[in-house]
């Protein structure tokens, strides 16, 4: 049993409190496929990152956010395919809303339909891909995160389950707990902890407001 301390936590969305894989998957192929691009190097290349982003280095003669809004409109027609990792929505609603929040490389219309669709709550602070000019591995979105909940850098924990994401926690000097829905453990270099899901996280807060985030073996 391992536990940590912090005054906060951060959520990746997609991957972490989110099983999208297969929505988003099929978005990017259809498009991959469209534009005569190898469908499983695009969508390794997107995992965490904003779809603008990902548009601009494989296909950087698109006009990034049209085809981006493409792309979303393909996922959001896919909600049967999406479901809640298991044991995040006890998580969420064990949390006080002040203490947590979502930094996702989604757009804030995809994220809120996504959590609202899923039945999870839509946290006070929500980073979305139109929050930040610099999406992830950059350490912008994070930042925006633990400043829109007034807290340090430091004094936050992050839960996320791509490489990219986990880089822009570290950047941001965060300490970062991998969630394996995407990835084996040898890909998420520099988290503290992995986990499975959320089955066996407990986390409580203390008289003094620190959270103290249990991992169980």
């Known amino acids: 049993m391992k536990t940590l301390e912090c005054a906060a936590i951060l959520f ?12 988003v998957a099929g978005a990017w192929r259809k498009w991959a496929l469209q ?28 006009d990034a956010e049209k085809e981006a809004r493409r792309i ?3 996922e959001a027609m896919s909600i ?20 947590w929040g979502v930094v ?21 602070v ?3 891909a139109d929050d930040v000019i610099n999406g992830k591995p950059h350490p912008e979105p994070y930042l925006k995160g633990a400043a829109d909940l007034g807290f340090a850098p430091e004094q936050c924990v992050v839960f996320e389950d791509a490489p990219a994401g986990i880089l822009s926690a570290r950047a941001a000097g965060m300490q970062v707990i991998g969630v394996l829905t995407t990835y084996p453990p040898e890909v998420l270099q ?22 103290q985030i249990t991992l169980k073996n």
Do not use: Y
């Not at 995992?47 to 698109?62: L, Q, S, W």
């Not at 479901?83 to 998580?91: I, M, N, R």
């Not at 503290?192 to 203390?206: L, M, T």
């Open 12 to 23: 990746d969305m997609d991957g972490t409190l989110i099983d999208s894989t297969v929505a």
């Open 104 to 124: 996702t490389s989604a757009t804030r219309s995809m994220a809120i339909a996504r959590l609202r669709d899923t039945g999870l709550i839509v946290p006070r």
């Open 80 to 99: 049967d395919s999406v479901t809640v990792v298991p044991g995040a929505a006890e998580v969420l609603r064990n949390l006080a809303p002040e203490k």
């Open 35 to 62: 534009r005569g691009l190898n469908p499983e190097i695009v969508i390794d290349g997107g995992h965490g990152r904003r779809t603008v982003e990902t548009i601009r280095e494989f296909a950087p003669d698109m």
């Open 126 to 128: 929500l980073v979305s």
């Open 190 to 211: 520099g988290v503290s902890e992995v986990i499975e899901d959320f089955r066996k996280v407990r986390i409580e807060q203390n008289n003094n407001g620190i959270l």
């Open 72 to 74: 979303e409109s393909v």
